[in-house]
């Protein structure tokens, strides 16, 4: 991950389900919102990184997520990730009977736009 004031960039070197023969990286850019701070990924990215970083230090980690409960691990399963996903679409007040981990970018655009986020911002 490369992080500057204009955003955060994660370059993916390994193969993906989705990566095409011949292209050696995938470049992931989550451009800084500063016009608005609770919409802003790479700000949300920034606090997480600095909050977590006394953890990440004594686990001797560079990956992104790491537990949140002691024993602190450097991996986590998918099921965690998904868990947690479903869990802040519930703190959105989306309902979880309906969206699953799995549908958590179009449940989260769909709740913005009924909340009056404009289609630019979401």
């Excluded at 990956?63 to 998918?78: C, D, E, H, Q, R």
């Excluded at 703190?91 to 630019?120: E, M, N, P």
């Amino acid at each position: 991950m490369n992080s500057t004031e204009s955003g955060s960039e994660f370059i993916v070197n390994s193969l993906l389900k989705s990566s095409k023969p011949g292209r050696s990286s995938i470049v992931i850019t989550l451009p800084a919102s500063p016009e608005n701070e609770k919409l802003c990924v790479h700000s949300t990215l920034s606090h997480y990184i600095n909050r977590t970083t006394s953890v990440r230090q004594s686990l001797n980690t560079s990956k992104l997520f790491i537990s949140y409960g002691k024993p602190y691990k450097a991996v986590i399963s998918t099921s965690a990730l998904s868990r947690w996903l479903k869990d802040m679409l519930s703190i959105a007040g989306i309902d979880t009977s309906i969206f699953k981990g799995h549908s958590f970018r179009g449940a989260s655009a769909s709740k913005a736009v009924s909340l009056g986020v404009s289609l630019a911002d979401v």
